[in-house]
């Protein structure tokens, strides 16, 4: 008889192994600009930019990503699964997370399209504002989530800046074979417009794109045998940070995603790299 531990072991290779859940390999990588350019153009831009002013900066999309983009995510995701971080906070999160750091060594294509001058310039249309990306030293840069065990989830939060100017997320669906839901509330820091609750199950190539400090949210608890893996891009307006405030970022990374020796040791190479200051400082 196996033990609860081999079964949730045998549960997520079994996904790391079935194509269908995840998508087939692709033979190559796509171009991020073309495959990102080749769905923009299509869209009516200056109306989503509306609906995003009018919800307090939110969009979601549930059809953005072109077909062989989200294939190419998904097949990352199977491939990263040995790598992923285990974190549990009682009362507020159970989850996995790969950083950004990790990526850049085993999953490069994530990064380009991180740093897609097609994706990024739709964004600041999006947004109205100048765009960024994060410091080279910040594991939130780009990163992978993993909710595959019964109970993952997260509580509610805001992805609060610590950057001197605003951070945005974006949020894309990559495996969905689960009964998670991403719940929120619009208007939650305007006192005069009432909170507006909503709710997703953002499938695989779907957007969610907010200004992190005014989107409050969370992730419902997974069900057994399930498996979801979403990936967050984080862009600022100011990649300054004040030091107090980058010790206590570091911290949370530590504790609640990305584990200690991730998080400190990309931190002690960065500072040496760029002779005793993190990138960005």
Known sequence: MSTPTEEVAMSE???????????????????????????THTLDTPSLRKDFV??????????????????????????????????????HKQGGSVSRH?????????????????????LEQISGDKLMLSPEDDPHAYALYYYTRPGDHIGWHYD???YDGRRYTLLLGVIDDSSCRLDYELHTRNPDVPDQPGSVQYPP?????????????RVTPAGPNEMRVSLTFEYVTD??????RRFISNMK?????????????????????????????
């Open 13 to 39: 290779a079994s996904f790391a192994a079935t194509p269908a859940s995840l998508g087939a390999t692709p033979a190559t990588a796509p171009d991020p600009d073309s495959a990102i350019a080749s769905r």
């Open 54 to 91: 009018d919800q307090d900066a939110f969009l979601y999309l549930d059809d953005f990503l072109a077909p062989e983009v989200t294939a190419q995510l998904a097949h990352s995701a199977r491939e990263l699964l040995d790598s992923v971080n285990r974190n549990f906070l009682p009362g």
């Open 102 to 122: 990790t990526i850049d060594r085993l999953a490069p294509f994530i990064a380009d399209l991180y740093r897609s001058k097609e994706l990024i310039g739709w």
């Open 160 to 162: 609060t800046s610590y």
């Open 205 to 217: 190539g779907a957007l969610v794109f907010f200004d992190g400090d005014k989107l409050r949210h």
């Open 239 to 244: 990649p300054n940070m004040r030091p107090w």
């Open 253 to 281: 990374d530590a504790i609640a995603y990305f584990g200690f020796r991730q998080v400190f040791r990309q931190l002690t190479g960065a500072q040496k790299s760029h002779g005793g200051n993190g990138a960005g400082k």
